[in-house]
C-alpha cells in the first residue's frame, strides 16, 4: 500500500520512503505518512514506537495515516466522523445494530479505529 500510494504522490512531490524502524528524524520532511495494518482495533507495536518517539516533530508537521485491515464493521450506534476517516468504498463493510455486534465486531469496527487512531494520534 505504502508504494502503492507514494508512486501516485510522485506525479506531484519528492517522495521519500522508508521502513520506520530506519528513520531517524523526520526535521528534513515537509509531512509524513504513516502506515499500519491494524490488529484487534490497534496500530501494530511498530507504529506506536514510531508516533511516540516523533510525537514532537509530528506536532509541527502535515501528517495523513493510512491502515490496512482485513475485517471492519460499521456499528449503526457508533459515531465515526465521516470527514477524518475514508473508507475504500470497494471494501465490503456491513453495518449491525449494537445489540448484534460480537466482540470480533467490536473490535474491529470503523468507530473502534477510529478511537484508536485518536488515542495516539493527539496533537498530532
Do not use: C
Not at 13 to 35: K, Q, R
Not at 81 to 94: D, Q, S
Not at 105 to 123: A, C, K, M
Amino acid at each position: 500500500m505504502g508504494e502503492i500510494l507514494r508512486d501516485a504522490l510522485q506525479e506531484a512531490f519528492e517522495v521519500v520512503t522508508a521502513p520506520m524502524t530506519d528513520v531517524t528524524s523526520l526535521v528534513e520532511y515537509d509531512a509524513v505518512l504513516i502506515g499500519s495494518p491494524m490488529r484487534f482495533g490497534g496500530f501494530t507495536s511498530r507504529a506506536e514506537r514510531f508516533i511516540w518517539r516523533n510525537r514532537a516533530e509530528l506536532e509541527r508537521k502535515k501528517v495523513a495515516y493510512f491502515f490496512s485491515m482485513l475485517y471492519v464493521v460499521r456499528i449503526a450506534e457508533e459515531n465515526v466522523p465521516e470527514a477524518l476517516l475514508y473508507v475504500y468504498p470497494g471494501l465490503a463493510m456491513i453495518t449491525i445494530p449494537t445489540n448484534r455486534a460480537t466482540v470480533m465486531n467490536r473490535t474491529h469496527s470503523l468507530g473502534r479505529f477510529e478511537r484508536q487512531w485518536r488515542r495516539f494520534t493527539p496533537g498530532i
